[in-house]
Structure formats: structure tokens, C-alpha cells
């Protein structure tokens, strides 16, 4: 079956870039694709203008899939230290034109887990291990993050805090993250740009500047211009829909090329 | 779920109990029968405990001797089986080639081999070795190799993206992750690999130690109470493996799969 057809996408460097779009639209399946997990039939993607396996291979690839995916067997710290203890080689030709990892301790504080770096997984709260797991990523400081709707099993409270811890690394650690969701409003309060995909296959059919200031919290945040933003994309995620599953909306057709990430 | 404390009587007393009546079952059965002159049938349960006490030297020598055949047996058999696990786990068309023929096998009576391999193999420990080692490779090799493919799928697309080594990839999280599946196995192949060390000795001629030759010498000179003493000993030292297994997997698993206690 064919998952992706049609996505033509440049990330900004540096950006926080979201992909939104209904289940099945290939949203998943463009960020393994990103991370050298899926090779793409035909098309090219590039992360940091080399091959996404190139990319990986130098470490330049963070990942934080849906589920915290953390070793059981590893206390907090250890998971948390994970890329640093395999592909070593990467960490050796980078230290010579690159900033190294991070102290992962330090992310760990950052992320407010500095009172349990020597627990185990299974004594965490679920909101607790999807923090260690950004701070695995984020701590090898990679040149690309990619988050697959990593916040989607913890509830609403946790969600916010993870939202704004995210936030915070993101700050302290630049680089370029790929978000994948299925909330609007969350896509539009964390990110610069909002891709709306359709599908299946995926393709990209809006490529949305959200242009909100930052911080999107509290005083700061514009509510109405933050309502505007979401009606449109939920206008397009609609149209999206209704084209794909046939409706009275028309949504515009796929964009033809080749994908490009960061 | 709460478990009782294994000192608690509720958690041994029915037990006790049951084998209570099963010993009063036998002697009654084996009295009448012995009244009647058919000694050759059942043992007293009183004659069997005089022969096991009145020797426990020899079989707790004969007890070694089958139980280091079937514990050799068990690290040559599962350590090849674990091997191969591996192997067939890193490459899935050797894995398609060899598992249908696993399975099969798996369901087969091994144990029907040991006349062959006695032959093939000759006197001494050896063919008993190669029979409990057969026994148990195939049961060790068809768990632990879905223990190995059972690893979690996003902590091996985390690892990937790393580009960690098929060799990091196995020792960081496949092995760590099939651990259950390996005490799962080992929960069925101890007490098998017991029954396969009895059978080989049964078929190897001039075998002169171990319970499984007690057994057939016994029997062959109509003593009944030796059997049945070399039947409890056996039976003993299946419950002994058991539990030495159950405490080890705790123990492991408490720490390599927290979830599953």
C-alpha cells in the first residue's frame, strides 16, 4: 500500500515544525521516513542535507515515539544515557565540528527529574517516562527531533506540563523538531509552521506560518489570533477530510515532488 | 491480586492433606494386594521408605548421576537452542527455512531417538547427554525466539534511529527483553530434561549408575520397592529444579521485566 504520494516539504532549519492531519494520513510514516526507518520508494528526503541514514548514523536523529519506549531493566538515568553508550563512532566524528551531547543529568533536572535518576521505568508516572524519553532525544543534541504524538496517552494537566517542558528544552537545546499530533490547538501553540496532511496516500496540503508571538501562555497569549489560526486549519483538515472520503467539500489536489525535511 | 505466603497452611495444608490420603490410599491398596500374595504388583509404602532410608547413600549417588546428565543436558541443549534463537532472529529466511521444521520436531517424542543415538554415540555419559540436550533444544529454541522478536517495536525504532549495531541492538534490548520467554522455557525443559536422562539411561546397555538404571535393574529382578523409591527421588528432584527455577526468575524478572510479577 502506498503511504506517502505527493509530499513536497522543506523544514525550516531550526524551526518547530507540526504535522497535522486525520489517522492514517501518513503523518507517522513521513517522520520514520525522516528518521531513516522507512526507505521512500521514489523521492528523496534529506535531513541536514544528507541522506537520513547518513543523519542517523552521526546521531543527528532524536526520536521520542507515541510510547515512552524505555528499558525496563535501565534505571532513569541509564535510559536516559542510552545514546551515549551505543554507535559510539558517531559520537567521535562529531566531536570535532559539533557541539557533543549534553550532560544528561542536567536535561534530566531541566525536565524535573533530577529526584529520581536512579528509578526504575515502572515507578514512574506515565507523564514522568515520556520525559525521560524527551530528554533521551534531546540530550544527544540532535540536529533534527522527531516527536510521534508523544504526549497522547497522558491526560490533559500532564499534557500542558509536558507541552511547556518541551518548550523549555527546545529553547536550551536548538534544533529542529517534527511534531506529529492530532490537536490543532497544540500544534498551533508550539509550533512556527503547521503542515496539514490528507490521506491515505499522504500528502501535504497546507503549509500554515503560524507567526503567533512567543510565549503562547498566560497574558501573553492572544487568544483571538490563536482562534483564527485554528479555524483555519480545522477548515482545511475538513476540506482534507471530505476530498479523501468523498464529501461536499473540495479539498485542493496533491502537490507533486519530492520530500525535503530539515 | 494478593498471593499467600507459601508458610501459610492454607497454602500447603490441602496439599499435605492430599498426599496424606494418597499414602493411606496405597497402603491399603498394596496390604490387600499383598494378602492376597500379589507382592509383585504394588510395594508396601512402609518397604519403599526402608529401602530409601536404609541406602540413601546410593541413591543419592544414583540421584546425581541422573541429575548432572539432565543439568548438562540442559546447558548444552539451551545454550545451543539460545545460539540459534539468536541467529534465526537476525535473519528471518533462515528463520522461515528452519522454524516449520522446529515446530515439528518440537512436537515430536524425542526421547524415541535415544535408542539410535545410544548406538550411535556408545557407552559412557555422552549419548545420555546428547538425548536430554535433544529433549531440550527444541522447546528452549521456539520460546526464546519469540521472547527475541517479542521486543517492544518503539524501543527498537528509538535504537535503529541511533543506528546502533545489530550487536548493541541484541545485547541492549533484544536478549534483555526475551529473558521471560527464557525462564519460561526453562520452567518446561528442567523437568523434562529429567525424564529425557531417565529414558537414555532405560536404553543404554551396561549404563551401571543414575535412577533410570536402578529402575530397570530393579525391575528386572521383580524388586518393586527400589522402583518406586527411584520414582520418588525422581520425583523430588523435579520439584527441587522447579523451585530452584521459579526463585531465579523472581529474582530476574523483578528486575528485567517489573510488569510481569
Same mark, same amino acid.
Given at each position: 500500500?502506498?503511504?506517502?504520494?505527493?509530499?513536497?516539504?522543506?523544514?525550516?532549519?531550526?524551526?518547530?515544525?507540526?504535522?497535522?492531519?486525520?489517522?492514517?494520513?501518513?503523518?507517522?510514516?513521513?517522520?520514520? *521516513?525522516?528518521?531513516?526507518?522507512?526507505?521512500?520508494?521514489?523521492?528523496?528526503?534529506?535531513?541536514?542535507?544528507?541522506?537520513? %541514514?547518513?543523519?542517523?548514523?552521526?546521531?543527528?536523529?532524536?526520536?521520542?515515539?507515541?510510547?515512552?519506549?524505555?528499558?525496563?531493566?535501565?534505571?532513569? &538515568?541509564?535510559?536516559? #544515557?542510552?545514546?551515549?553508550? $551505543?554507535?559510539? &563512532?558517531?559520537?567521535?566524528?562529531?566531536?570535532?565540528?559539533?557541539?557533543?551531547? %549534553?550532560?544528561?543529568?542536567?536535561?534530566?533536572?531541566?525536565?524535573?527529574?533530577?529526584?529520581?535518576?536512579?528509578?526504575?521505568? =515502572?515507578?514512574?508516572?506515565? !507523564?514522568?517516562?515520556?520525559?525521560?524519553?524527551?530528554?533521551?532525544?534531546?540530550?544527544?543534541?540532535?540536529?533534527?527531533?522527531?516527536?510521534?504524538?508523544?504526549?497522547?496517552?497522558?491526560?490533559?494537566?500532564?499534557?500542558?506540563?509536558?507541552?511547556?517542558?518541551?518548550?523549555?528544552?527546545?529553547? =536550551? $537545546?536548538?534544533?529542529?523538531?517534527?511534531?506529529?499530533? =492530532?490537536?490543532? &490547538? #497544540?500544534?498551533?501553540?508550539?509550533?512556527?509552521?503547521?503542515?496539514?496532511?490528507?490521506?491515505?496516500?499522504?500528502?501535504?496540503?497546507?503549509?500554515?506560518?503560524?507567526?503567533?508571538?512567543?510565549?503562547?501562555?498566560?497574558?501573553?497569549?492572544?487568544?483571538? /489570533?490563536?482562534?483564527?489560526?485554528?479555524?483555519?486549519?480545522?477548515?482545511?483538515?475538513?476540506?482534507?477530510?471530505?476530498?479523501?472520503?468523498? +464529501?461536499?467539500?473540495?479539498?485542493? +489536489?496533491?502537490?507533486?515532488?519530492?520530500?525535503?525535511?530539515? | 491480586?494478593?498471593?499467600? /505466603?507459601?508458610? =501459610?497452611?492454607?497454602?500447603?495444608?490441602?496439599?499435605?492433606?492430599?498426599?496424606?490420603?494418597?499414602?493411606? *490410599?496405597?497402603?491399603?491398596?498394596?496390604?490387600?494386594?499383598?494378602?492376597?500374595?500379589?507382592?509383585?504388583?504394588?510395594?508396601?509404602?512402609?518397604?519403599?521408605?526402608?529401602?530409601?532410608?536404609?541406602?540413601? !547413600?546410593?541413591?543419592?549417588?544414583?540421584?546425581?548421576?541422573?541429575?548432572?546428565?539432565?543439568?548438562?543436558?540442559?546447558?548444552?541443549?539451551?545454550?545451543?537452542?539460545?545460539?540459534?534463537?539468536?541467529?534465526?532472529?537476525?535473519?528471518?529466511?533462515? *528463520?522461515?527455512?528452519?522454524?516449520?521444521?522446529?515446530?515439528?520436531?518440537?512436537?515430536?517424542?524425542?526421547?524415541?531417538?535415544?535408542?539410535?543415538?545410544?548406538?550411535?554415540?556408545?557407552?559412557?555419559?555422552?549419548?545420555?547427554?546428547?538425548?536430554?540436550?535433544?529433549?531440550?533444544?527444541?522447546?528452549?529454541?521456539?520460546?526464546? @525466539?519469540?521472547?527475541?522478536?517479542?521486543?517492544?517495536?518503539?524501543?527498537?525504532?528509538?535504537?535503529?534511529? @541511533?543506528?546502533?549495531?545489530? @550487536?548493541?541492538?541484541?545485547?541492549?534490548?533484544?536478549?534483555?527483553?526475551?529473558?521471560?520467554?527464557?525462564?519460561?522455557?526453562?520452567?518446561?525443559?528442567?523437568?523434562?530434561?529429567?525424564?529425557?536422562?531417565?529414558?537414555?539411561?532405560?536404553?543404554?546397555? +551396561?549404563?551401571?549408575?543414575?535412577?533410570?538404571?536402578?529402575?530397570?535393574?530393579?525391575?528386572?529382578?521383580?524388586?518393586?520397592?527400589?522402583?518406586?523409591?527411584?520414582?520418588?527421588?525422581? /520425583?523430588?528432584?523435579?520439584?527441587?529444579?522447579?523451585?530452584?527455577?521459579?526463585?531465579? #526468575? &523472581?529474582?530476574?524478572?523483578?528486575?528485567?521485566?517489573?510488569?510481569?510479577?
Amino acid at each position: 500500500m502506498q503511504a506517502l504520494a505527493g509530499v513536497d516539504l522543506d523544514v525550516r532549519q531550526g524551526s518547530f515544525t507540526s504535522l497535522i492531519g486525520p489517522s492514517g494520513c501518513g503523518k507517522s510514516t513521513l517522520l520514520r *521516513a525522516v528518521a531513516g526507518l522507512e526507505e521512500p520508494d521514489s523521492g528523496s528526503v534529506a535531513v541536514c542535507g544528507r541522506p537520513p %541514514s547518513a543523519a542517523a548514523a552521526d546521531k543527528q536523529v532524536g526520536l521520542v515515539p507515541q510510547t515512552p519506549a524505555l528499558l525496563p531493566w535501565l534505571t532513569v &538515568r541509564a535510559n536516559a #544515557e542510552l545514546p551515549q553508550r $551505543v554507535n559510539r &563512532r558517531a559520537d567521535r566524528r562529531r566531536a570535532a565540528d559539533a557541539p557533543g551531547p %549534553s550532560d544528561v543529568v542536567g536535561v534530566l533536572q531541566e525536565v524535573g527529574l533530577g529526584a529520581v535518576l536512579d528509578a526504575y521505568p =515502572h515507578e514512574l508516572s506515565g !507523564g514522568m517516562q515520556q520525559r525521560v524519553a524527551l530528554a533521551r532525544a534531546v540530550a544527544m543534541r540532535p540536529g533534527v527531533l522527531l516527536l510521534d504524538e508523544p504526549f497522547s496517552a497522558v491526560d490533559e494537566i500532564t499534557r500542558e506540563a509536558l507541552r511547556r517542558q518541551l518548550l523549555a528544552l527546545w529553547e =536550551h $537545546v536548538p534544533t529542529t523538531v517534527l511534531f506529529v499530533t =492530532h490537536s490543532v &490547538r #497544540e500544534a498551533v501553540l508550539l509550533s512556527d509552521v503547521v503542515v496539514v496532511m490528507a490521506g491515505p496516500p499522504g500528502r501535504v496540503v497546507d503549509v500554515v506560518e503560524v507567526g503567533l508571538p512567543r510565549p503562547r501562555a498566560g497574558e501573553h497569549l492572544d487568544e483571538r /489570533a490563536l482562534h483564527a489560526v485554528e479555524d483555519r486549519l480545522r477548515a482545511e483538515l475538513s476540506a482534507a477530510w471530505a476530498a479523501t472520503h468523498g +464529501g461536499p467539500a473540495g479539498g485542493p +489536489g496533491p502537490a507533486a515532488g519530492r520530500e525535503r525535511g530539515a | 491480586m494478593s498471593t499467600r /505466603a507459601w508458610w =501459610h497452611p492454607a497454602t500447603w495444608l490441602p496439599a499435605v492433606v492430599a498426599l496424606a490420603l494418597l499414602a493411606t *490410599a496405597w497402603q491399603l491398596l498394596a496390604s490387600s494386594l499383598a494378602a492376597r500374595g500379589e507382592t509383585y504388583l504394588l510395594p508396601l509404602p512402609a518397604d519403599v521408605l526402608t529401602e530409601l532410608g536404609g541406602s540413601p !547413600g546410593r541413591y543419592l549417588s544414583d540421584a546425581w548421576t541422573t541429575l548432572s546428565t539432565a543439568l548438562l543436558g540442559v546447558a548444552v541443549g539451551g545454550a545451543l537452542a539460545v545460539a540459534l534463537a539468536v541467529v534465526l532472529s537476525e535473519v528471518p529466511l533462515l *528463520a522461515r527455512a528452519v522454524m516449520p521444521l522446529a515446530v515439528v520436531l518440537n512436537t515430536t517424542p524425542v526421547v524415541a531417538l535415544a535408542p539410535a543415538l545410544v548406538v550411535a554415540f556408545g557407552f559412557g555419559r555422552t549419548p545420555k547427554v546428547v538425548v536430554t540436550a535433544i529433549v531440550v533444544f527444541f522447546p528452549v529454541l521456539v520460546t526464546v @525466539l519469540s521472547g527475541l522478536r517479542a521486543a517492544p517495536p518503539d524501543a527498537f525504532a528509538v535504537l535503529r534511529s @541511533l543506528r546502533a549495531s545489530r @550487536l548493541e541492538v541484541l545485547r541492549r534490548l533484544r536478549l534483555p527483553a526475551a529473558l521471560p520467554a527464557l525462564f519460561t522455557a526453562l520452567r518446561v525443559v528442567l523437568p523434562l530434561s529429567v525424564v529425557g536422562a531417565v529414558v537414555a539411561e532405560f536404553v543404554a546397555a +551396561g549404563s551401571s549408575a543414575g535412577l533410570g538404571t536402578l529402575i530397570t535393574t530393579s525391575a528386572a529382578n521383580y524388586q518393586l520397592a527400589p522402583v518406586y523409591a527411584a520414582i520418588i527421588v525422581l /520425583a523430588l528432584m523435579g520439584v527441587l529444579l522447579l523451585g530452584a527455577v521459579v526463585a531465579v #526468575e &523472581r529474582r530476574v524478572l523483578a528486575r528485567y521485566a517489573p510488569g510481569r510479577r
